[in-house]
């Protein structure tokens, strides 16, 4: 299951930035959270 997921991420390059990004935001309020 896992290998069919990473095959699917590495097919959908836009698919997998886009997640990425609220991703990377909600850790950068979370981090800068105290």
């Known amino acids: 299951m ?3 997921r ?3 991420v590495g ?3 836009t ?3 886009f997640e990425s ?3 990377v ?3 950068k309020v ?3 959270s105290p």
């Open 21 to 23: 990004m609220p991703f």
């Open 25 to 27: 935001k909600w850790f």
């Open 30 to 32: 979370t981090y800068m």
């Open 6 to 8: 990473r095959s699917h």
């Open 11 to 13: 097919s959908n390059p």
């Open 2 to 4: 896992e290998s069919g």
């Open 15 to 17: 698919t997998y930035h």
